[in-house]
């Protein structure tokens, strides 16, 4: 059984509001004991039931046949509230569905408390009691400490105009996040894009007509005739043991595992790495200088006229993971690698063009990260918002309005 918990402490609310218990003005109904053996993920002939971990989902994929009372149907919009776990709050989505235990549905019972003030109140309180609740295992929400929960209730009108500004407010936040979500998940799709037209000769026809020649001036070859490629071997610790050198192993790539000790090599500035094996298979890094290469990388260095960021910037094009050889780990052979056709570009285009993606590829960076920048505000902006609302302090000219604003632009 849920425990009695700390309830939310009341502060300072405008003269003409007033702290009353939540239990006075709404209804909670708890759902029903529905048979888990009795549910299925086929709808046909079944009626559809929520359970605790659709509620944020506001969808659900579970079927049950078994009858219950009508009061048990929930609908679209109306407000439910995970009573274990995290205590997770949020409207139903989707059509009528089913009402299973763990899951309460609440509403106003009284004129004096309009929903949307109820549903946009709760779920300050709902983490403080979470916060507040001691748990083993899994935390448990009572409707007890739920009736017994403080509500400020502003008179009628001004929870009209609350709701209104939230919902207002909201919209320009929902929108910024939309926007920056559409950035941040088109990034990849941008940066191939622009390294096609960087590969295909479009991003430097300006320059080559300034200069005097045509794409004719790009040599069909393959890998091997334009890079010297080698792999990385295993050697023991010792044999690097208090050396001063960068070891390149395995998460040079961005993983997470070591895979042994490493081939020696010393070059002059910088070099592509290609990872060779497993689910880092074909992806390009750098290495500065006097390193040290794994045999999970391929060392490049260079057979003719090589600007370093046209290098790596067109392995990263070719996807060179395409070439490796289909097994449970997949492996990217050197003598597979040397085969691969490419277009040798001038050693002067290539650092014209090695200019411009750097700086197309910054651009896109930046807007990436000013995106992911929106993203990680919006929420904290939201219960900022709310956390206002509902002391009285959200005015017409209110400073949220700017920050709803300045989100919206930063992703324009």
């Known amino acids: 059984m849920a425990k009695q918990v700390p309830l939310p402490k009341e502060y300072p609310i405008p003269a003409n509001w007033h702290w009353d218990d939540m239990g006075s003005f709404v209804q909670i109904k708890s759902g029903f004991p529905f048979d888990s053996k009795r549910f299925s993920s086929k709808s046909e002939g079944m009626r559809p039931l929520i359970r605790i971990r659709d509620v944020l989902k506001g969808e659900t994929i579970t079927f049950t046949d078994e009858d219950c009372p009508e009061e048990y149907i929930i609908h679209a919009g109306e407000i439910l509230v995970g009573m274990d776990g995290d205590f997770n709050i949020a409207k139903w989505q989707s059509e009528d569905a089913l009402l299973n235990q763990r899951v309460?549905?609440?509403?106003?019972?009284?004129?004096?408390?309009?929903?949307?003030?109820?549903?946009?109140?709760?779920?300050?309180?709902?983490?403080?009691?979470?916060?507040?609740?001691?748990?083993?295992?899994?935390?448990?929400?009572?409707?007890?400490?739920l009736n017994q929960t403080p509500i400020p209730l502003p008179p009628l009108p001004e929870q009209h105009r609350i709701v209104s500004r939230i919902e207002s407010l909201f919209a320009k936040l929902d929108e910024a996040k939309e926007k920056a979500q559409a950035v941040v998940d088109g990034f990849e799709l941008r940066k191939s894009a622009i390294l096609h037209k960087a590969f295909t000769g479009e991003l430097t026809e300006r320059w080559r007509k300034e200069h005097g020649v045509g794409l004719d001036s790009w040599k069909q070859c393959l890998i091997g005739e334009v890079f010297d490629l080698q792999a990385g071997k295993n050697i023991s610790a010792k044999e690097i043991s208090g050396q001063q050198t960068d070891l390149y192993r395995y998460p040079c790539f961005g993983g997470n595992g070591i895979r042994g000790y490493v081939a020696q090599f010393n070059r002059e500035g910088e070099h592509p790495i290609i990872g060779?094996?497993?689910?880092?298979?074909?992806?390009?890094?750098?290495?500065?200088?006097?390193?040290?290469?794994?045999?999970?990388?391929?060392?490049v260095s260079y057979k003719m006229d090589i600007s370093t960021p046209w290098a790596y910037h067109y392995l990263k094009f070719l996807n060179l993971n395409q070439y490796a050889t289909a097994t449970a780990q997949p492996g990217l052979a050197v003598s597979n690698i040397v085969k691969v056709p490419i277009q040798y570009v001038p050693f002067e285009e290539q650092r014209e063009l090695s200019e411009i993606l750097d700086n197309l590829l910054n651009k896109e960076q930046q807007a990436k990260e000013a995106a992911e920048a929106v993203l990680s505000r919006i929420d904290t902006m939201k219960k900022a918002i709310l956390a206002r609302a509902f002391r009285g302090e959200l005015g017409t000219n209110d400073p949220a309005e700017e920050w709803a604003g300045e989100m919206l632009k930063a992703v324009l």
Do not use: M
């Not at 549905?105 to 916060?131: A, G, Q, R, V």
């Not at 060779?276 to 060392?299: D, K, M, P, S, W």
């Open 276 to 299: 060779r094996q497993g689910a880092l298979c074909g992806n390009i890094n750098l290495a500065n200088n006097r390193f040290y290469a794994t045999e999970h990388a391929v060392v």
């Open 104 to 145: 309460c549905c609440i509403k106003s019972k009284s004129e004096l408390l309009l929903d949307n003030f109820l549903y946009y109140y709760l779920p300050s309180p709902l983490k403080k009691i979470n916060d507040a609740t001691p748990s083993v295992t899994v935390k448990h929400l009572s409707t007890k400490t």
